[in-house]
């Protein structure tokens, strides 16, 4: 499964941004796709992901009431619509899917990643 995703740029805080993932192939069974997130000097950190069966639906603290993760499966897409963007939200994102739908918020877990998409918040 190859993943491209795509909406980075350069915001000032309090904006919105919107992005998207989408595998090369069909999904099945139990899958999971999820985004996570790399600033500088730090760990990637878990931001939320999706499951395609159910539709369950994590998110990191540092995020809820303020990302929405959805899918269209349809379109074998993730997006991620981001609000009321903060200046510590500065990263590269990366979109990230697996077959399985268990700790969804770790990254070891996931076996396809996206080639990231960077995410500037200016204060």
């Known amino acids: 499964v190859q993943l491209q995703a795509s909406g980075g740029g350069l915001v000032p805080a309090g904006e919105s941004l919107r992005l998207s993932c989408v595998a090369s192939r069909r999904t099945f069974g139990s899958y999971a796709m999820g985004w996570f997130r790399q600033a500088p000097g730090k760990e990637r950190d878990f931001v939320a992901a999706?499951?395609?069966?159910?539709?369950?639906?994590r998110y990191a603290d540092s995020v809820k009431g303020r990302f929405t993760i959805s899918k269209d499966v349809a379109k074998n897409t993730v997006n991620l619509q981001m609000n009321n963007l903060k200046p510590e939200d500065t990263a590269v994102y990366y979109c990230?899917?697996?077959?399985?739908?268990?700790?969804?918020?770790?990254?070891?877990?996931?076996?396809?990643w996206g080639q990231g998409t960077q995410v500037t918040v200016s204060s």
């Open positions: 990230a899917a697996k077959y399985s739908t268990i700790d969804l918020s770790g990254p070891l877990t996931y076996d396809y």
């Open positions: 999706i499951t395609w069966n159910g539709g369950a639906i």
